[in-house]
């Protein structure tokens, strides 16, 4: 089929009760239009794009098109549409991918065969809109425009830029606040910002301490990649394995969470050590658990044989040659972590032991030492979470609200968790208060609420942030991100070009404004270079 015949047919499959089987038209009042028109020839033989009204004959709902010369362009173009029901009104981006032919026509093609504006019935024999792919399309825009090379990067960048034709027309669903899910087909530009030295990457988060400074949390090896200047072009990466980290204090870790600025530590000059972060690891052994470092480069990561005085004294090491602040434990295969502040008060949640427990590490023991007996544990038991092997399941502390969210990534859907819901507590048995805690509590009658029910779309949710009082959440499966407010009311969906399936997780905004955000499978960090 000739493509103006593959556009006439996405045109026709909006209208009717085809568009509704299909997908692209929910029948709810906001409406979600996903328009995939990969290729629009130009009949004009100097290649200039006619206008196009598509009238969709829902209500007074139109869209508008655009007039552009195919040959110079080499990315996609936005149009405007606005949608009227009753008085609800809201404006909603529609990406059109546009490419021209070197022809006026396919061979053999008619302006019958072709088909019009006003054609209300599909052409005949005409392949379903998925099997024309993305490839194609590709192919057909580098035809339309010889010669001209791809973005090399947005200025200042310093990165490669990856363009991608995405969005996600996810359907809401009324319950638990999800409704209607407002997704819109549109491209996001990517910056890639680190590459070297990551395995499986996990987690991330900007140091609030250094600015411009990310760390990076890698699954398969235990190790942290610090990227210096991770928003410029003249960033810079390092990879650091702490001596006992992939062995107890950091194994297969799925999160970490900066937290408060003090520490028990001075430097040479008297000066205190700043900056604190938690790790959580995935490791399943019972007496696995967050670990309190410091994210001073002096120190993290260095044997005690190669650091320098005062850092390497007879007051450090204790348990050997690493670098960690502090450990509890008893929360194996720990899947997010959170901080709550101020202090060193962290919550993490359990896949096997389907618990949110709240961790308070109280003053740090020094560096590698192992008196753990100042600190304090709640657990909260909870039920209905589905705990995913090697995929993180994030957590989000709104301190506003004394609130916990976190991405069920076994259910699809999204839950919040509030401490207050407790109806009581009980002492924790002598063989979980492993470090004579000063505080060790099992809370009782403890429940979850669904906050992004399962029917709302999502399949693996991973990585959930709160920027800006949004919430973030990534779908692991289906390398989407989802904005909702803090209520679960949808806002956006997009799709994440060049990111595989089972790729992406954690996520975080950076001092620039831009959310990073990690691929597992290609081993890199990537910034959203759209604002979302």
Not at 209 to 221: A, C, I, K, M
Not at 229 to 254: C, E, I, K
Request: proline share 6%; charged share 20%; with cysteine.
């Amino acid at each position: 089929m000739t493509t103006s015949q593959y556009a006439t047919h996405r045109i026709w499959r909006l209208r009717g009760k085809d568009a509704n089987r299909s997908g692209n038209v929910m029948n709810q009042p906001f409406a979600t239009f996903k328009l995939n028109l990969s290729l629009i020839v130009s009949a004009g033989a100097a290649g200039q794009l006619r206008r196009i009204g598509l009238n969709l004959d829902r209500q007074e709902s139109q869209v508008a098109g655009i007039g552009r010369d195919a040959r110079s362009i080499k990315s996609a173009t936005y149009g405007w549409y606005m949608l009227r029901s009753n008085k609800l009104r809201f404006i909603a981006v529609l990406l059109v991918a546009l490419a021209a032919c070197s022809k006026d026509r396919h061979p053999g093609s008619s302006p019958a065969a072709d088909g019009g504006a006003g054609h209300e019935a599909p052409p005949a024999e005409l392949p379903d809109a998925a099997m024309v792919s993305e490839a194609d399309a590709a192919s057909a825009m580098d035809a339309a425009s010889p010669g001209v090379e791809p973005d090399a990067g947005s200025a200042g960048s310093g990165g490669s830029t990856l363009a991608g034709a995405g969005g996600s027309a996810l359907a809401g669903s009324s319950g638990g606040g999800a409704g209607g899910a407002t997704a819109m087909t549109v491209e996001l530009e990517l910056t890639e910002i680190a590459t070297t030295g990551l395995a499986a990457p996990s987690a991330l988060a900007f140091n609030p301490y250094v600015p411009d400074e990310l760390w990076v949390v890698n699954h398969r090896d235990s190790s942290v990649v610090i990227v210096k200047n991770a928003s410029r072009s003249d960033r810079s990466s390092q990879r650091r394995l702490d001596p006992q980290g992939d062995v107890h204090f950091m194994p297969w870790p799925m999160a970490l969470a900066f937290g408060g600025r003090e520490t028990s530590i001075v430097d040479a000059e008297g000066k205190p050590v700043e900056g604190t972060f938690a790790t959580c690891p995935e490791n399943t052994d019972n007496f696995m658990g967050p670990s309190l470092w410091t994210s001073d480069l002096r120190i993290f990561g260095i044997d005690k044989a190669e650091r320098q005085a005062p850092f390497n004294g007879p007051d450090t090491g204790l348990q050997g040659p690493g670098t960690h602040l502090d450990m509890l434990h008893r929360t194996p295969a720990c899947t997010g972590i959170a901080w709550e502040g101020p202090g060193n008060v962290y919550w993490t949640y359990s896949g096997t032991r389907a618990m949110f427990v709240k961790y308070d590490f109280a003053k740090d023991h020094g560096i590698g030492n192992d008196n753990h007996a100042d600190g304090s544990v709640w657990r909260y038991p909870v039920s209905g979470i589905g705990y995913v092997e090697h995929v993180p399941s994030h957590l989000a502390y709104d301190g506003a609200h004394a609130r916990l969210y976190l991405a069920d990534t076994g259910n699809g859907r999204v839950v919040t968790f509030e401490p207050s819901s407790a109806t009581g507590s009980a002492g924790m048995s002598q063989d979980d208060n492993v470090d004579s805690l000063v505080v060790a509590l099992d809370m009782l009658g403890t429940q979850v609420k669904e906050l992004v029910p399962s029917s709302y779309g999502l399949k693996k949710p991973s990585g959930i942030v709160i920027h800006e009082q949004h919430l973030y959440v990534s779908d692991n499966e289906t390398s989407t991100l989802h904005k909702l407010t803090l209520d679960g009311a949808a806002l956006a969906s997009w799709l994440v070009p060049g990111v595989k399936p089972g790729a992406l997780a954690g996520i975080g905004f950076g001092p620039d404004g831009k959310l990073y955000l990690v691929d597992m499978v290609d081993n890199r960090v990537l910034r959203v270079d759209d604002e979302l």
